[in-house]
């Protein structure tokens, strides 16, 4: 079970940046895919979260409406597309597997992570 994050760098507030996470050892139509976020020196919180079962997704309230998640089957590969981004998105974005159904918002629930990627938004 692999996960290879790509996309993230620097944007101005406002902006839009598309994350991606690859996986390879299992199909992403079967599990769930979570997206956290680590601000620097606060701990990684879930942001958004995608059932692959069922094709589910949800959003935390501070993020909600302005982040969508999407999955290309063949590519094996989930999104997240961030617009109207805010500086206090800015962080170390890692996405994660559950090898169960339904989402968590606990970190300690997944089984597996990307390297992470850095988000930087600029006032």
């Known amino acids: 079970v692999q996960l290879v994050q790509s996309g993230g760098g620097l944007v101005q507030s406002g902006g839009s940046l598309r994350l991606s996470c690859t996986a390879s050892g299992f199909s992403v139509d079967d599990y769930v895919i979570g997206w956290f976020r680590q601000a620097p020196g606060k701990e990684r919180v879930g942001i958004s979260c995608?059932?692959?079962?069922?094709?589910?997704?949800y959003f935390q309230d501070a993020v909600k409406g302005r982040i969508t998640m999407s999955r290309d089957s063949a590519q094996n590969t989930v999104y997240l597309q961030m617009n109207s981004l805010k500086p206090e998105d800015a962080g170390v974005y890692y996405c994660?597997?559950?090898?169960?159904?339904?989402?968590?918002?606990?970190?300690?629930?997944?089984?597996?992570w990307g390297q992470g990627t850095q988000v930087t938004v600029s006032s």
């Open positions: 995608f059932q692959g079962s069922d094709g589910k997704t």
């Open positions: 994660a597997v559950r090898l169960f159904k339904l989402c968590v918002w606990n970190r300690t629930g997944y089984d597996s």
